[in-house]
Each structure stands twice: as C-alpha cells, then as structure tokens.
C-alpha cells in the first residue's frame, strides 16, 4: 500500500486561496485590481502566487472573470502556484459558471496541467466536486477535446483512476459513459506506471459500501484486472480458429483506421478530404485530356469507292485529328468512360467548394473550379467521335450539373444498402463458421 500510495496524487493542502474568501470582501478586490490594472493590461502574480483572475475563478464571480477575460483572453492559462491555471482553482472550488465561461474563452485551457501534470479534470475528481467534474466532461464532449479524458498524470493515473481510488460511482459513471464506445475497453483498461488499472484500485482498496455497485459499472465496460489486460487477447486467439483471428485482426485494423467524431479533429479530416479531392480532381481533368488508347494525330476520310474488304480496313476507318482513337472503335466503352470520368470529375468539385466555405478568396477559387468545369466538358465532347457525340454532351453537361444533387439523395438509401449487405455478410461468414469451419 506504501508503494501504491507514492503513484496517487497527494491530497491538495489547504491554502490561503482556498479558504480565506470572504465573497463580499473578495468581490470588492477583485473589482478594485482590475480598475488598477485595466490600462495596463498587466496581472502579475500576488504573493500568495495567484492572479487577480484566480482570485475571482476561485469567488465565482463569473462577472469579474469576464471583465478581465475581455481585457487578454491568454490570461485563462496563466498558471500560479503549483502551476494551477483560473481553470484549476475554479474546478477545485466547484464553480460551474466560472469553468464554462473560461472554456468558452479559450479551449485549450482544458489541457493545462499542473507541476504534477494534473488537468482540470483530476483536481474535480479529487476534491469531489461532482458538478464540476459534469461541466468539464460535457464541455470535453462538446469542445472534441475526448483526449483531455484520458490524460495521465505524473504517476500514470487517469481521471478514472481516480475517481475509482475516491470511489465515486457518480463520476465513474459519468466518466465512463462520455468515452466512445468503440475504445471504452480500451482506455477504461489504462495502466499507470505501476501496471495497476482502474478495477485494481477497485479490489486493493476495498470499502464497505458502494464497491459493488462500482465494480459492476467497471465489468459493464469491459474493465479487467491488469495482469489479464496482456493475456487476454492471447487466450482469445488461441481458443479459435486461425480463419477468425485474422478475420477479428482486419476488423480491428479497419476500426482503427476509421474516423471516429469524438477523436478525430475535424480541421484534418477536412484537410485529408481536401488532399484526395484534390487528387480526384486532377486525376479525371487529365483524363479528359489524354483518354484511354490517346487520340487521333491526322484526319483521314477513305474514298467512298475504295474497298471494304481490304485486310487493313480497320486502321482506314474515318477519323479526325483529336477525337479519341478508342471512342472511333468501340463507342459504347468510350461512353461509358466518359460517363464515369465526369461523376469523378463533378464530385471533386462539389466536395471541393464545400470544403473551402469559409475560405479567403473564395470567389475567386470558384470561378477557377467553373473555369476547369467548362474546360472538362469542352475538351471531352471535342476528342468524342460524331457517332456518340451526342451521348457525350448529355453526359457532360446535364450529369455534371446534377450529379452532386444525386448524391445527397442516394446517400441515404445507399447506406441503407450498405448496412443490409454488411449484415446479410456477417450473417453468413458466422454460418460458414459455424457449420463450415469446424468439420475441417
């Protein structure tokens, strides 16, 4: 137990900022500091080692904290004593209104740590606040910030950890339900640098009321003892076949690789959207230029008495410089080409013109994309032979325009579809596993 109690947080000694607030005597400070300094934007630290700003997060004064946020929002990260940022000593004190408006001011204060590496988030737990705890997970939640939830500190403990060291049954639950479900088993089993997780805690340090509750809520979401986190996965294998392990490892790496809301940051996935429509883009506008078999360097017209029936008839078939030599020979695969081309093509602008709402210079960036829209066209309907011609200008102009307006209504009933094929698959790889895989 000694050797446990060296990687949990120690308890936050009282200190003169937090319990020697008198709110209507504070109040009166606070106000009078920010008059002093309001010109010259300048809040050292006092000697207690705090800011006017921490004083007023610690009061609650929520009026206070804006009127100084309003003169630098960088004060919010300005880290006093132990490194506790406004942020910290609101969270200790348990003032909601005070968490919401600093987060709201500046986001990235949610990841400030202490000189222990403790968030905002392990101070709540700590010192039992359960309304400030609430307000930070639904702030993380709502800010994409889930990576703040599993933040460690310097010994390795997550929130969970210590919430489940405290435990409190009310946060655990809260936050356990905020971690995506599809890596809840994964983070509900984090170890901190004594390989102990959550469930550990749970069995070392056993109370007389409320464990089970707890310990049911944790083996809910899949929480295990640490020296079976490693073993697990090779039992599992073990007991099955080899068809299914590399079945559940593609699986698995396809789930990885999924963007997933609560992780993934929006700003790179439209970023990596930006990238491969981009690329779509370029991809099709070259090929309307060079199409498949490349395009006719001359003209010929054969004479209307020459004879058909000579063995090189085909490479005589009338044509003219530029028209595409494969659409001359077989007009059904060109059109098909086309067809698909300019769906590619249209899509990738769709996407790039909603990706860039927002964007300087947008005005001008859309009438580059219109200019390569006419280009696209224009240069498909130029290399088309005559006998599909008009094929190729329906294509390119009517199924160009409306293409991104199909799209939105298909996307759902495709979905629909997807979802239907999937599960008819998996039905059937389970009957195949079942009933298949066992007699071999």
Same mark, same amino acid.
């Given at each position: 137990m000694d050797a446990f109690e060296t990687h949990l947080p120690k308890e936050i000694v009282p200190d003169p900022l937090h319990n020697s607030f008198n709110p209507r005597r504070e109040e009166y400070a606070v106000a009078g500091k920010i008059l002093r300094q309001r010109s010259g934007f300048v809040f050292d630290l006092e000697k207690d080692?705090?800011?006017?700003?921490?004083?007023?997060?610690?009061?609650?004064?929520?009026?206070?904290?804006?009127?100084?946020?309003?003169?630098?929002?960088?004060?919010?990260?300005?880290?006093?004593?132990?490194?506790?940022?406004?942020?910290?000593?609101?969270?200790?004190?348990?003032?909601?209104?005070?968490?919401?408006?600093?987060?709201?001011?500046?986001?990235?204060?949610?990841?400030?740590?202490?000189?222990?590496?403790?968030?905002?988030?392990?101070l709540g737990v700590l010192h039992q606040e359960i309304g400030a705890v609430i307000a930070i997970v639904e702030l993380i939640t709502e800010k994409n910030r889930i990576d703040v939830l599993y933040k460690k500190d310097e010994k390795g403990n997550t929130a969970l950890h210590l919430a489940t060291w405290r435990k409190n049954r009310q946060v655990i639950e809260v936050l356990v339900q905020a971690i995506p479900e599809e890596s809840?088993?994964?983070?509900?089993?984090?170890?901190?640098?004594?390989?102990?997780?959550?469930?550990?805690?749970?069995?070392?340090?056993?109370?007389?009321?409320?464990?089970?509750?707890?310990?049911e809520k944790l083996i809910e979401s899949g929480a295990q003892r640490g020296r079976e986190v490693g073993t697990t996965n090779v039992e599992r294998t073990t007991s099955t076949s080899t068809c299914q392990a590399e079945s559940q490892s593609h699986k698995d790496?396809?789930?990885?690789? =999924?963007?997933?809301?609560?992780?993934? &940051?929006? &700003?790179?996935?439209? &970023?990596?959207?930006?990238?491969?429509?981009?690329?779509?883009?370029?991809?099709?506008?070259?090929? &309307?230029?060079?199409?498949?078999?490349?395009?006719?360097?001359?003209?010929?017209?054969?004479?209307?008495?020459?004879?058909?029936?000579?063995?090189?008839?085909?490479?005589?078939?009338?044509?003219?410089?530029?028209?595409?030599?494969?659409?001359?020979?077989?007009?059904?695969?060109?059109?098909?080409?086309?067809?698909?081309? =300019?769906?590619?093509?249209?899509?990738? %602008?769709?996407?790039?013109?909603?990706?860039?709402?927002?964007?300087? %210079?947008?005005f001008q960036l859309q009438v580059c994309m219109m200019a390569m829209y006419f280009s696209h066209n224009t240069a498909m309907t130029s290399i088309a032979p005559d006998h599909v011609k008009l094929y190729c200008i329906l294509i390119t102009s009517i199924l160009a325009a409306t293409t991104p307006g199909l799209m939105?209504?298909?996307?759902?009933?495709?979905?629909?579809?997807?979802?239907?094929?999937?599960?008819?698959?998996?039905?059937?790889?389970?009957f195949i596993s079942v009933k298949i895989i066992p007699w071999r």
């Open positions: 080692g705090f800011s006017p700003l921490h004083a007023a997060a610690a009061a609650g004064q929520v009026e206070a904290v804006k009127t100084i946020l309003g003169l630098d929002e960088k004060l919010c990260r300005l880290k006093g004593r132990d490194g506790k940022t406004p942020l910290h000593v609101a969270t200790m004190r348990g003032k909601t209104d005070v968490i919401r408006e600093i987060v709201s001011s500046c986001v990235d204060c949610l990841e400030d740590e202490t000189v222990q590496g403790q968030t905002a988030l392990h809840r088993t994964f983070e509900v089993n984090a170890m901190n640098k004594m390989g102990l997780s959550a469930l550990d805690l749970l069995v070392m340090f056993p109370s007389e009321a409320g464990d089970r509750e707890i310990y790496l396809v789930k990885y690789f =999924t963007f997933k809301k609560h992780r993934d &940051s929006p &700003s790179e996935a439209r &970023s990596a959207l930006l990238v491969v429509a981009s690329l779509v883009a370029t991809a099709t506008f070259q090929a &309307s230029l060079t199409p498949p078999g490349g395009t006719w360097q001359d003209s010929h017209i054969p004479a209307v008495s020459q004879n058909t029936t000579n063995v090189n008839t085909t490479y005589q078939q009338a044509h003219i410089a530029g028209q595409s030599i494969m659409g001359t020979f077989n007009g059904v695969a060109f059109t098909l080409f086309v067809f698909f081309n =300019t769906i590619g093509f249209a899509v990738s %602008l769709s996407m790039l013109n909603i990706l860039t709402l927002g964007f300087p %210079l947008r939105r209504l298909l996307e759902k009933p495709i979905g629909m579809l997807d979802q239907f094929l999937d599960s008819m698959l998996q039905k059937i790889w389970r």
